[in-house]
């Protein structure tokens, strides 16, 4: 059974950092490619970024700049660093993980609620 657990979310100032990890357990991480997803209150879940197992990463063009996706498979961990926080930034934030050898095992988060004051 896979598990994939956020953390890192909280109450910031507008222009301040967070930094959200997404644990990934019970497999094997490495086949896993790790997405970040947002939901703001009565929206939809939006794509926040989103990283390969060979490291490259893309952006929303709202995030691109301020945050950067990482990856420690010795960790088995995914991080979201994220920069120049904005009001608009407040949701939950939620990880995916998909095995790219087998597309039926897409697992999710319970999420982790970021806030951001002005």
């Known amino acids: 059974q896979v598990h994939v657990v956020e953390s890192g979310g909280g109450l910031v100032q507008a222009g301040g950092s967070l930094r959200l990890s997404c644990a990934v357990s019970g497999s094997t991480f490495r086949h896993y490619a790790v997405s970040w997803y947002r939901q703001a209150p009565g929206g939809e879940r939006d794509l926040v970024g989103a990283s390969t197992l060979g490291g490259s990463t893309n952006y929303a063009a709202s995030v691109k700049g301020r945050f950067t996706i990482s990856r420690d498979n010795a960790a088995n961990t995914v991080y979201l660093q994220m920069n120049s926080l904005k009001p608009e930034d407040t949701a939950v934030y939620y990880c995916?993980?998909?095995?790219?050898?087998?597309?039926?095992?897409?697992?999710w988060g319970q999420g982790t609620q970021v806030i951001v004051s002005s």
């Open positions: 995916n993980a998909r095995n790219v050898y087998d597309t039926n095992q897409d697992y």
